[in-house]
C-alpha cells in the first residue's frame, strides 16, 4: 500500500479511499479481524446446518423402511 495509492476519508479515522479504484478501504485491524471471525463462524453454523438436514433425511429414509 502505497501513501499516494490512498487518501483518508475526512472525518474518519481509519477509513481510506484508494484513488485507483475509487474504493474506501477500512485499515482498521481490530475491524477486519472481528469480521474474519464472524465470516467463519456464520461459515461453520451454514455448515452444521447442512450436516443437521442430512442426518434428518438419513434419519426419515430410515423411518420410512420400518
Same mark, same amino acid.
Given at each position: 500500500?502505497?501513501?499516494?495509492?490512498?487518501?483518508?476519508? +475526512?472525518?474518519?479515522?481509519?477509513?481510506?479511499?484508494? /484513488?485507483?479504484?475509487?474504493?474506501?478501504?477500512?485499515?482498521?485491524?481490530?475491524?477486519?479481524?472481528?469480521?474474519?471471525?464472524?465470516?467463519?463462524?456464520?461459515?461453520?453454523? *451454514? /455448515?452444521?446446518? +447442512?450436516?443437521?438436514?442430512?442426518?434428518?433425511?438419513?434419519? *426419515?429414509?430410515?423411518?420410512?423402511?420400518?
Amino acid at each position: 500500500m502505497t501513501p499516494e495509492q490512498y487518501t483518508r476519508v +475526512e472525518g474518519e479515522e481509519h477509513l481510506y479511499r484508494d /484513488t485507483n479504484t475509487n474504493a474506501i478501504v477500512n485499515r482498521n485491524i481490530k475491524e477486519y479481524e472481528e469480521f474474519k471471525s464472524k465470516a467463519r463462524q456464520k461459515n461453520e453454523i *451454514n /455448515t452444521l446446518r +447442512e450436516e443437521v438436514s442430512g442426518l434428518k433425511s438419513l434419519l *426419515n429414509e430410515v423411518l420410512k423402511k420400518d
